[in-house]
């Protein structure tokens, strides 16, 4: 799997049954010519994955991902989603670290470095999302939160690995409320990003792409794509319409 930026992704959370993934993708696809720029990637709900992997199949710029993964691979762990099963039902990549993991279901640094881990030993690629709340950013504290979430994931990485890592910048404050980073505010967070990973792997860090996220519509997406150092976005409420999706991935073509 090669992934070309710009990077558009859909996390739809709680949204879209099985039957409501066929017919998104059944809108979507004539709107999206298969030599489009850049890369598209859906994550739906875990019991509409293989209802987009079917849809998709014959669309190699399409991928599928799964929106969180368990650490462990197998076991007695109700309720839970490993990598490896994933990777079975046809994922090839997996959101790790979103804000809601985080804040709304408590998940440590710790435990979202393990499901780092697992999603790359099970083959997958995986989108790391880190960012800081409103209250950190009005301290001043928001760079070092994000590189206190970079560091723990980037310590344990392999050169080798790097090909299959995407970051997600996503301020809290921005994720649905309808307030938005500026295109100045994104590019400065991209560019410490940056700088926090090549501190680890050097050049090779300029290769990581590093996806904007947090209230992104049709409106706004250009700008935000056009900034520096963002290679793609991350969309929440604007990927759950065919059409409205499709005139952003439309964007860097």
């Given at each position: 799997?090669?992934?070309?930026?710009?990077?558009?992704?859909?996390?739809?959370?709680?949204?879209?049954?099985?039957?409501?993934?066929?017919?998104?993708?059944?809108?979507?696809?004539?709107?999206?010519?298969?030599?489009?720029?850049?890369?598209?990637?859906?994550?739906?709900?875990?019991?509409?994955?293989?209802?987009?992997?079917?849809?998709?199949?014959?669309?190699?710029?399409?991928?599928?991902?799964?929106?969180?993964?368990y650490w462990?691979?197998?076991?007695?762990?109700?309720?839970?989603?490993?990598?490896?099963?994933?990777?079975?039902?046809?994922?090839?990549?997996?959101?790790?670290?979103?804000?809601?993991?985080?804040?709304?279901?408590?998940?440590?640094?710790?435990?979202?470095?393990?499901k780092v881990?697992?999603?790359?030993?099970?083959?997958?690629?995986?989108?790391?999302?880190?960012?800081?709340?409103?209250?950190?950013?009005?301290?001043?504290?928001?760079?070092?939160?994000?590189?206190?979430?970079?560091?723990?994931?980037?310590?344990?990485?392999?050169?080798?690995?790097?090909?299959?890592?995407?970051?997600?910048?996503?301020?809290?404050?921005?994720?649905?409320?309808?307030?938005?980073?500026?295109?100045?505010?994104?590019a400065e967070?991209?560019?410490?990003?940056?700088?926090?990973?090549?501190?680890?792997?050097?050049?090779?860090?300029?290769?990581?792409?590093?996806?904007?996220?947090?209230?992104?519509?049709?409106?706004?997406?250009?700008?935000?794509?056009?900034?520096?150092?963002?290679?793609?976005?991350?969309?929440?409420?604007?990927?759950?319409?065919?059409?409205?999706?499709?005139?952003?991935?439309?964007?860097?073509?």
């Amino acid at each position: 799997m090669t992934i070309q930026t710009p990077v558009i992704a859909g996390n739809w959370k709680l949204n879209h049954g099985p039957e409501e993934t066929r017919a998104f993708f059944r809108a979507l696809l004539p709107e999206v010519p298969a030599d489009h720029v850049g890369t598209i990637a859906i994550f739906p709900p875990s019991l509409s994955l293989a209802a987009a992997v079917e849809v998709i199949a014959t669309r190699t710029d399409i991928l599928a991902g799964v929106q969180d993964v368990y650490w462990e691979s197998r076991g007695a762990f109700t309720g839970e989603i490993s990598a490896p099963l994933a990777h079975e039902a046809g994922a090839q990549l997996a959101l790790v670290g979103h804000s809601e993991r985080r804040h709304v279901f408590g998940e440590s640094i710790e435990e979202t470095v393990k499901k780092v881990r697992a999603v790359l030993d099970a083959e997958l690629s995986a989108i790391l999302c880190v960012g800081e709340t409103i209250e950190e950013r009005e301290s001043g504290a928001a760079q070092g939160v994000v590189t206190g979430q970079l560091e723990p994931v980037a310590g344990t990485l392999s050169q080798m690995e790097l090909s299959r890592v995407l970051i997600a910048y996503e301020p809290v404050w921005a994720i649905g409320t309808g307030r938005t980073a500026s295109p100045a505010d994104a590019a400065e967070m991209h560019l410490h990003v940056r700088e926090v990973l090549a501190k680890h792997f050097g050049s090779a860090a300029s290769a990581i792409p590093i996806l904007y996220g947090g209230s992104v519509k049709q409106e706004n997406a250009p700008d935000l794509l056009a900034a520096p150092e963002v290679d793609g976005l991350l969309i929440g409420g604007a990927s759950l319409e065919p059409s409205t999706f499709a005139r952003i991935c439309a964007i860097p073509s």
